[in-house]
């Protein structure tokens, strides 16, 4: 067959975005726009771009082991605590609102919080749980009407009442309680005596003795309660009984206490937890994996089995993503974040690295005082696109994913440097078969969709799936300069990399593969 040098046979791969990370398929089984690795990569509208990097917030005045964001009407705080002590910041100071006595926790005692009535209520499951008033004159109290001495190792706000779970009184552990307050519809409720007929405080026992309540999660008019192998619903109803119970699930429970929240999905709100053995979704009665045949064996695989509990799943709603941060296998913080493009009807995942000593990931206002501008941005407007933008700044209730480690408060996807560095981004493809009678190809050169700013292509051939890949040059693609680079590579399977290891913001849509069939060989 004569070679046309200027118009070879194309192997087109649209949508690069829809698929996403796929660990547990060998290459060679993938569709052609699926990935087999990605690192700091993220999935949207249907392409693939180079993560934005963080911007330090504040440098916290205690090591933070919880980080709670809250709003009071116009006024937005963000009050983190640690092992025995708490800091509130207001965009401009650090306020002091330790309890007296102090905490008494260690690193392994994770604190989780909820809201009532204007009031952020938290536990750590060693300590009586507090709350706090959202007044920087105020210090955390403990609840009015709890139990002396009594401990929880969740709380949570449902409707008017607060929900404690797995509940130690009186030195007796009750794995399995359930114990709500009495009724507030304003300010904190008053009391938790379950022996008062004459108020709506009760408790429950759920599931077997030994099974641990480890967190909840509401969800329409249900508040879903899990312990770690099992499922259960409860919900508010008339008379003297004030809740209902009923079982869901029998074999999926949650293993992390911080890793659950709800989505918009595309049939309405869900809730997304990390179970045993799975990620899933819900709506309270269907129970869908959302990593099955892409990358569960490999989360399971890689996360940390002794601190794996110290996960953390937060819907980022501006770019409609979930993250679930966990430690890699043999560290003790979170590592790395699981990121779920779930604005897309197939829910592609993708992996971000976290900064070092990651203890906590929550979603909050942005408190920065000189907020970004057009002339400081330094990335390309197209990325900032889901930003609410004012006439010369970003909208100063945008919410920012806010991530804590034990040194810095660091606001996300702002910038393109990770802790002040550059980073590596990269996105990798082999085991293409470009051939639809599997002949041996000759790949002349890549043809691609992309904008931002300059990184590497580098393509590479096999001759059989799961062979060493022989890339071949590196090449430097300038969107808006180039549309194609130069390629040399003889194989049956293609293979292609995407990088930078630079500041740079990159996005690719869509690549053709030029090529000319060889025959068998």
């Not at 937890?273 to 990593?291: A, I, P």
């Not at 779920?340 to 206002?365: F, H, K, M």
């Not at 900032?384 to 660091?410: C, E, H, M, P």
């Not at 913001?505 to 060889?518: D, G, H, Q």
Request: charge should be negative; charged fraction near 20%.
């Amino acid at each position: 067959m004569p070679r046309e040098p200027y118009n070879p046979p194309l192997y087109p791969v649209l949508n690069l975005g829809e698929v996403g990370l796929v660990k547990d398929l060998i290459p060679f089984e993938l569709p052609a726009n699926a990935w087999n690795d990605l690192k700091n990569i993220r999935m949207t509208n249907d392409g693939v771009e180079s993560f934005l990097g963080e911007e330090l917030a504040i440098t916290p005045a205690i090591v933070p082991r919880g980080f709670f964001p809250v709003t009071l009407g116009l006024t937005h705080y963000w009050v983190y605590v640690g092992n025995t002590a708490a800091r509130v910041y207001d965009g401009g100071s650090n306020t002091d609102i330790s309890p007296t006595p102090a905490f008494t926790g260690t690193d392994s005692d994770l604190w989780v919080g909820t809201v009532l009535n204007d009031n952020l209520v938290i536990t750590n499951g060693v300590d009586e749980p507090h709350y706090w008033n959202m007044s920087p004159a105020s210090p955390l109290a403990k609840l009015p009407g709890w139990p002396a001495g009594g401990i929880c190792q969740f709380i949570v706000a449902f409707k008017h009442f607060l929900i404690a779970l797995n509940v130690q009184l009186a030195g007796s552990n009750n794995f399995n309680m359930v114990k709500w307050s009495h009724e507030a519809v304003s300010g904190m409720p008053t009391s938790w005596d379950e022996t008062d007929p004459t108020l709506d405080a009760g408790e429950n026992l759920i599931g077997e003795e030994t099974a641990r309540l480890i967190g909840a999660q509401d969800l329409r008019d249900t508040l879903y309660v899990f312990s770690e192998g099992s499922m259960y619903g409860m919900s508010l109803v008339a008379g003297s009984d004030i809740f209902r119970f009923f079982e869901v699930s029998q074999n999926t429970g949650l293993v992390a206490r911080r890793a659950v929240t709800t989505f918009e999905g595309q049939q309405g709100p869900v809730m997304a937890f990390l179970s045993n053995g799975d990620l899933v979704y819900s709506d309270g009665q269907q129970l869908v994996s959302m990593v099955h045949h892409r990358i569960r064996d490999w989360l399971f695989k890689n996360i940390d089995q002794d601190n794996y509990v110290s996960s953390v799943l937060l819907n980022n709603r501006p770019k409609k993503e979930l993250w679930l941060g966990f430690p890699i296998n043999g560290e003790s913080t979170l590592t790395h974040a699981l990121v779920c493009d779930y604005d897309s009807p197939t829910l592609p995942w993708s992996v971000r690295e976290l900064p070092a000593n990651t203890r906590d990931l929550a979603r909050g206002v942005d408190l920065d005082t000189s907020p970004l501008t057009w002339a400081n941005l330094n990335i390309p407007w197209s990325s900032a696109s889901d930003r609410k933008w004012g006439d010369s700044s970003f909208n100063a209730t945008q919410d920012s994913v806010l991530i804590a480690t034990d040194t810095a408060v660091y606001k996300a996807d702002v910038g393109n440097l990770f802790e002040g560095a550059t980073k590596e981004a990269v996105a990798e493809r082999t085991s293409m078969n470009l051939s639809p009678d599997n002949q041996v190809v000759e790949v002349t050169g890549v043809r691609l969709s992309a904008n931002g700013q300059p990184f590497e292509v580098t393509v590479g051939t096999h001759m059989e799936p799961g062979a060493p890949v022989q890339w071949g040059t590196t090449r430097t693609f300038t969107p808006g300069q180039d549309y194609r680079i130069d390629a040399r590579s003889t194989g049956r399977l293609a293979a292609l990399r995407l990088r930078s290891l630079d500041d740079s913001y990159w996005r690719v849509k869509s690549v053709a593969f030029e090529y000319w069939p060889l025959g068998d060989r």
